[in-house]
């Protein structure tokens, strides 16, 4: 079992920036790729990063490439998604994610485990 939990989350103007972390606990957090996701009122949840077990190899949505930044630290049992340039669309629930594949995905059900979420709000 791994257990997720999510900080950071927060109102933020347009234009601002924000970082959300994960910290994990539970079995051993360096052997998880791991996602971060969203999910706005009445949408789907949607895949915005991920990031491998080692932190080589990253990936992001196109909607938030270039303005966001995954990382982790396995020492820390922690994974970052430092978000810029925020804009109002970028507002919704975002949810940490742990896989045991060994690259990350944007496939929802790949994931394993899952945190409880941080609102991020963007205003205008």
């Known amino acids: 079992q791994v257990q997720l939990v999510e900080s950071g989350g927060g109102l933020v103007q347009a234009g601002g920036s924000l970082r959300v972390s994960c910290a994990a606990s539970?079995?051993?957090?360096?052997?998880?790729?791991m996602g971060w996701f969203r999910q706005a009122p009445g949408k789907e949840r949607e895949f915005v990063a991920g990031?491998?077990?080692?932190?080589?190899?990253?990936n992001y949505a196109d909607s938030v490439k270039g303005r966001s930044t995954i990382s982790r630290d396995n020492a820390k049992n922690t994974v970052y998604l430092q978000m810029n340039s925020l804009k109002p669309e970028d507002t919704a629930v975002y949810y940490c994610?742990?896989?045991?594949?060994?690259?990350?995905?944007?496939?929802?059900?790949?994931?394993?485990?899952w945190g409880q979420g941080t609102q991020v709000t963007v205003s205008s």
């Open positions: 994610a742990a896989s045991n594949r060994v690259s990350p995905t944007v496939d929802v059900p790949a994931y394993n485990y």
């Open positions: 990031i491998s077990w080692s932190g080589r190899t990253t």
């Open positions: 539970g079995r051993t957090f360096s052997s998880f790729s």
